[in-house]
């Protein structure tokens, strides 16, 4: 592995792409040894060969999108924290995804504990604010889909029971609003979500609280719609 990665990264210090044997002298290896870990190199796609010289190839560009990706998430749980802090809340950040809900990252800390997963996400999504919200941006169609997949059942007796239910519930949400959820999912907590619709991409950004301090939801949800807007740069990328 250290020689191949040496040959790499003597590839990228010839702009034009190198032979063999300039890739050998540059990194030191017997010229065997380099024509063998050029063949794998090729073969896996991290270089390419054109007219006898080695340049890089399509995973290396998937490796370099990648750390740009690492570096998009580490700015968005940044911002997240910062909410966290502000809103005195546990911050999440989902999208809907392959027909599925995906929560991709959480910002809680000891005074703002995030909502224990009892119940799959994925599958409850007509009983908490993040599915809610996310279903909401979806059409009839894709709406149906999920339902007809994951059939809404009671969780708490505040739950939006069955299909017909549920889809008067999306049908009263209001685009670009907040979506409030009082124990539908867990007793005792309380979510809002707000929409985030990027090219593609549908997402939402979260937030929960323990019931004893509710009466801040309205207020804070309020806050987290007028903090998002500023912090679309990041959605995209993050969301894969």
Do not use: N
Request: proline fraction near 5%; glycine fraction near 8%; aromatic fraction near 6%.
């Amino acid at each position: 592995m250290q020689r191949a990665l040496r040959l790499l990264e003597a590839v990228g210090s010839h702009a034009h792409g190198a032979t063999a044997k300039q890739l050998a002298r540059a990194a030191g290896l017997p010229l065997g040894t380099t024509y063998h870990l050029l063949r794998t190199l090729t073969h896996e796609g991290y270089l390419r060969r054109e007219d006898g010289r080695f340049h890089y190839g399509a995973s290396v560009d998937r490796i370099g999108h990648a750390t740009d990706r690492q570096s998009d998430r580490s700015e968005l749980r940044g911002r997240m924290e910062e909410l966290r802090d502000e809103l005195g809340a546990a911050v999440y950040y989902a999208v809907y995804e392959d027909g599925e809900v995906r929560v991709v990252d959480v910002a809680s800390g000891a005074a703002q504990p995030q909502v224990e997963e009892w119940a799959d996400f994925r599958a409850t999504a007509h009983a908490h604010a993040i599915g809610l919200c996310l279903l909401s941006q979806l059409g009839a169609e894709e709406r149906l889909d999920h339902l007809s997949r994951y059939r809404p059942a009671g969780l708490t007796p505040s739950t939006s029971d069955g299909v017909r239910a549920v889809l008067r519930r999306l049908e009263l949400v209001r685009p670009t609003m907040p979506v409030l959820e009082r124990q539908e999912y867990a007793l005792g907590t309380v979510c809002a979500a707000v929409p985030i619709t990027v090219g593609s991409v549908v997402a939402t950004m979260a937030i929960s609280l323990p019931l004893e301090h509710g009466d801040r939801l309205g207020p804070a949800a309020a806050r987290l719609r007028s903090l998002v807007g500023a912090m679309f740069p990041v959605f995209p990328a993050c969301a894969r």
